[in-house]
T-cell receptor, first 114, second 113 residues
Protein backbone atom coordinates (compact mmCIF):
# COMPACT_ATOMS: atom_id res chain seq x y z
CA UNK A 1 0.00 0.00 0.00
CA UNK A 2 1.78 3.08 -1.24
CA UNK A 3 -0.89 5.58 -0.24
CA UNK A 4 -2.47 8.30 -2.32
CA UNK A 5 -0.06 10.06 -4.64
CA UNK A 6 -0.45 13.37 -6.43
CA UNK A 7 1.54 14.95 -9.21
CA UNK A 8 2.94 17.45 -9.57
CA UNK A 9 3.55 18.54 -5.99
CA UNK A 10 4.02 22.14 -7.03
CA UNK A 11 2.87 24.07 -10.08
CA UNK A 12 3.56 27.67 -11.00
CA UNK A 13 1.68 29.03 -13.97
CA UNK A 14 0.74 32.30 -15.55
CA UNK A 15 -2.77 33.64 -15.49
CA UNK A 16 -4.79 32.34 -18.40
CA UNK A 17 -2.92 29.07 -18.78
CA UNK A 18 -4.50 25.65 -18.33
CA UNK A 19 -3.23 23.25 -15.69
CA UNK A 20 -3.89 19.57 -15.00
CA UNK A 21 -3.25 17.67 -11.80
CA UNK A 22 -3.16 13.92 -11.37
CA UNK A 23 -4.20 11.78 -8.42
CA UNK A 24 -3.48 8.07 -8.00
CA UNK A 25 -5.62 6.56 -5.23
CA UNK A 26 -4.94 3.58 -2.99
CA UNK A 27 -5.38 0.66 -5.35
CA UNK A 28 -8.46 -1.04 -3.90
CA UNK A 29 -10.35 2.19 -3.19
CA UNK A 30 -13.41 2.86 -5.34
CA UNK A 31 -14.08 6.46 -4.26
CA UNK A 32 -11.91 9.43 -5.10
CA UNK A 33 -12.41 12.99 -3.84
CA UNK A 34 -10.99 16.36 -4.77
CA UNK A 35 -10.73 19.22 -2.27
CA UNK A 36 -9.27 22.71 -2.40
CA UNK A 37 -7.53 24.32 0.54
CA UNK A 38 -6.71 28.01 0.68
CA UNK A 39 -4.44 29.62 3.23
CA UNK A 40 -5.85 29.55 6.74
CA UNK A 41 -8.88 27.48 5.79
CA UNK A 42 -9.94 23.88 5.99
CA UNK A 43 -10.27 21.82 2.82
CA UNK A 44 -13.32 22.57 0.70
CA UNK A 45 -15.01 19.75 -1.21
CA UNK A 46 -15.02 20.03 -5.01
CA UNK A 47 -16.14 16.75 -6.54
CA UNK A 48 -15.98 13.00 -6.17
CA UNK A 49 -16.13 9.76 -8.11
CA UNK A 50 -17.27 6.28 -7.37
CA UNK A 51 -15.40 4.07 -9.80
CA UNK A 52 -15.56 6.06 -13.05
CA UNK A 53 -18.86 7.82 -12.30
CA UNK A 54 -18.72 11.42 -11.14
CA UNK A 55 -21.44 11.51 -8.49
CA UNK A 56 -21.19 15.12 -7.39
CA UNK A 57 -19.82 18.04 -9.35
CA UNK A 58 -22.03 20.93 -8.35
CA UNK A 59 -19.35 22.09 -5.91
CA UNK A 60 -16.80 22.65 -8.63
CA UNK A 61 -15.98 26.31 -8.36
CA UNK A 62 -16.78 27.30 -11.92
CA UNK A 63 -17.08 25.82 -15.39
CA UNK A 64 -13.33 26.32 -15.73
CA UNK A 65 -12.89 23.34 -13.40
CA UNK A 66 -13.38 19.79 -14.60
CA UNK A 67 -12.39 16.36 -13.39
CA UNK A 68 -12.21 12.90 -14.89
CA UNK A 69 -11.60 9.37 -13.76
CA UNK A 70 -11.77 7.52 -17.05
CA UNK A 71 -11.06 3.95 -15.98
CA UNK A 72 -11.99 4.18 -12.34
CA UNK A 73 -8.38 4.34 -11.24
CA UNK A 74 -6.42 7.61 -11.41
CA UNK A 75 -8.14 10.96 -11.73
CA UNK A 76 -7.25 14.31 -13.23
CA UNK A 77 -8.41 17.77 -12.23
CA UNK A 78 -8.10 20.45 -14.90
CA UNK A 79 -8.38 24.19 -14.47
CA UNK A 80 -8.76 26.18 -17.66
CA UNK A 81 -7.84 29.84 -18.03
CA UNK A 82 -6.36 30.02 -14.55
CA UNK A 83 -6.90 33.08 -12.40
CA UNK A 84 -4.88 34.33 -9.44
CA UNK A 85 -7.72 33.31 -7.15
CA UNK A 86 -7.15 29.69 -8.15
CA UNK A 87 -3.89 29.68 -6.18
CA UNK A 88 -4.37 27.06 -3.50
CA UNK A 89 -3.51 23.54 -2.40
CA UNK A 90 -5.49 20.90 -4.28
CA UNK A 91 -5.95 17.73 -2.26
CA UNK A 92 -7.04 14.30 -3.39
CA UNK A 93 -8.43 11.61 -1.10
CA UNK A 94 -9.54 8.04 -1.68
CA UNK A 95 -11.73 5.62 0.24
CA UNK A 96 -13.84 2.49 0.15
CA UNK A 97 -17.53 3.36 -0.03
CA UNK A 98 -19.61 2.35 3.00
CA UNK A 99 -20.77 3.36 6.45
CA UNK A 100 -17.27 3.04 7.85
CA UNK A 101 -15.81 5.06 5.02
CA UNK A 102 -12.55 6.78 5.84
CA UNK A 103 -10.80 9.10 3.44
CA UNK A 104 -7.04 8.97 3.05
CA UNK A 105 -5.39 12.05 1.65
CA UNK A 106 -2.52 12.57 -0.70
CA UNK A 107 0.22 15.16 -0.18
CA UNK A 108 -1.52 17.74 -2.35
CA UNK A 109 -0.57 19.87 -5.34
CA UNK A 110 0.21 23.48 -4.53
CA UNK A 111 -0.76 25.81 -7.36
CA UNK A 112 0.52 29.35 -7.71
CA UNK A 113 -0.97 31.50 -10.44
CA UNK A 114 1.10 34.57 -11.29
CA UNK B 1 -27.00 21.36 6.92
CA UNK B 2 -23.95 19.95 8.61
CA UNK B 3 -21.13 22.15 9.83
CA UNK B 4 -18.14 22.15 12.11
CA UNK B 5 -16.81 24.91 14.33
CA UNK B 6 -13.34 24.82 15.77
CA UNK B 7 -12.87 27.22 18.65
CA UNK B 8 -9.49 28.89 18.61
CA UNK B 9 -7.50 29.25 15.44
CA UNK B 10 -4.27 29.03 17.42
CA UNK B 11 -3.49 27.14 20.60
CA UNK B 12 -0.13 27.25 22.36
CA UNK B 13 0.94 24.82 25.08
CA UNK B 14 4.15 23.95 26.83
CA UNK B 15 5.83 20.62 26.22
CA UNK B 16 4.34 18.08 28.62
CA UNK B 17 1.13 20.03 29.14
CA UNK B 18 -2.39 18.91 28.30
CA UNK B 19 -3.56 19.51 24.75
CA UNK B 20 -7.24 20.38 24.26
CA UNK B 21 -8.53 21.31 20.82
CA UNK B 22 -12.22 22.10 20.61
CA UNK B 23 -14.69 21.03 17.94
CA UNK B 24 -18.45 21.49 17.86
CA UNK B 25 -20.60 20.09 15.12
CA UNK B 26 -24.04 20.64 13.72
CA UNK B 27 -25.79 17.71 12.14
CA UNK B 28 -29.38 16.69 11.57
CA UNK B 29 -28.42 13.01 11.51
CA UNK B 30 -26.07 10.96 13.66
CA UNK B 31 -22.70 12.20 12.55
CA UNK B 32 -19.48 10.57 11.58
CA UNK B 33 -16.70 12.74 12.96
CA UNK B 34 -13.01 12.87 12.21
CA UNK B 35 -9.85 14.58 13.34
CA UNK B 36 -7.01 15.03 10.86
CA UNK B 37 -3.55 16.53 11.36
CA UNK B 38 -1.64 18.48 8.73
CA UNK B 39 2.07 19.20 8.89
CA UNK B 40 3.43 22.10 6.80
CA UNK B 41 3.17 21.56 3.05
CA UNK B 42 1.73 18.10 3.49
CA UNK B 43 -1.62 16.41 3.09
CA UNK B 44 -3.94 15.42 5.91
CA UNK B 45 -3.28 12.42 8.12
CA UNK B 46 -6.13 10.73 9.96
CA UNK B 47 -5.79 10.90 13.74
CA UNK B 48 -9.05 9.26 14.74
CA UNK B 49 -12.70 8.85 13.82
CA UNK B 50 -16.04 8.47 15.56
CA UNK B 51 -18.52 6.10 13.91
CA UNK B 52 -20.97 5.51 16.81
CA UNK B 53 -19.26 2.39 18.18
CA UNK B 54 -17.86 4.09 21.30
CA UNK B 55 -18.03 7.64 22.57
CA UNK B 56 -14.36 7.73 23.61
CA UNK B 57 -12.16 7.23 20.59
CA UNK B 58 -8.45 6.58 20.76
CA UNK B 59 -6.25 7.56 17.88
CA UNK B 60 -2.64 7.64 16.88
CA UNK B 61 0.19 9.47 18.64
CA UNK B 62 -1.60 9.38 22.02
CA UNK B 63 -4.57 11.50 20.95
CA UNK B 64 -8.14 10.75 21.89
CA UNK B 65 -11.53 12.42 21.48
CA UNK B 66 -14.85 12.12 23.24
CA UNK B 67 -18.17 12.36 21.44
CA UNK B 68 -20.73 14.23 23.56
CA UNK B 69 -24.09 14.31 21.88
CA UNK B 70 -25.66 16.60 24.50
CA UNK B 71 -22.96 19.18 23.89
CA UNK B 72 -22.59 18.46 20.13
CA UNK B 73 -18.87 18.32 20.75
CA UNK B 74 -15.94 16.17 19.70
CA UNK B 75 -12.93 17.71 21.44
CA UNK B 76 -9.44 16.34 20.85
CA UNK B 77 -7.11 15.79 23.79
CA UNK B 78 -3.65 14.52 24.56
CA UNK B 79 -2.37 14.28 28.15
CA UNK B 80 1.17 15.42 27.44
CA UNK B 81 2.23 17.53 24.47
CA UNK B 82 5.37 16.74 22.53
CA UNK B 83 7.27 19.08 20.26
CA UNK B 84 6.40 16.86 17.32
CA UNK B 85 2.69 17.57 17.89
CA UNK B 86 3.11 21.08 16.50
CA UNK B 87 0.88 21.11 13.41
CA UNK B 88 -2.56 22.17 12.24
CA UNK B 89 -5.52 20.08 13.30
CA UNK B 90 -8.81 19.81 11.46
CA UNK B 91 -12.13 18.49 12.69
CA UNK B 92 -14.51 17.19 10.03
CA UNK B 93 -17.99 15.76 9.76
CA UNK B 94 -19.07 13.38 7.04
CA UNK B 95 -21.97 14.69 5.06
CA UNK B 96 -24.62 11.99 4.97
CA UNK B 97 -24.56 9.25 2.38
CA UNK B 98 -22.51 11.23 -0.12
CA UNK B 99 -19.34 10.78 1.81
CA UNK B 100 -17.62 14.10 1.34
CA UNK B 101 -16.20 15.72 4.46
CA UNK B 102 -17.03 19.16 5.80
CA UNK B 103 -14.06 20.63 7.59
CA UNK B 104 -13.61 23.24 10.25
CA UNK B 105 -11.17 26.08 9.70
CA UNK B 106 -8.47 24.33 11.66
CA UNK B 107 -6.51 24.97 14.85
CA UNK B 108 -2.79 25.53 14.71
CA UNK B 109 -1.06 23.95 17.69
CA UNK B 110 2.26 25.36 18.88
CA UNK B 111 4.34 23.55 21.50
CA UNK B 112 6.81 25.54 23.55
CA UNK B 113 9.91 23.88 24.99
Amino acid sequence: DTGVSQNPRHKITKRGQNVTFRCDPISEHNRLYWYRQTLGQGPEFLTYFQNEAQLEKSRLLSDRFSAERPKGSFSTLEIQRTEQGDSAMYLCASSLAGAQETQYFGPGTRLLVL
Amino acid sequence: AQSVTQLGSHVSVSEGALVLLRCNYSSSVPPYLFWYVQYPNQGLQLLLKYTSAATLVKGINGFEAEFKKSETSFHLTKPSAHMSDAAEYFCAVRRGSQGNLIFGKGTKLSVKP
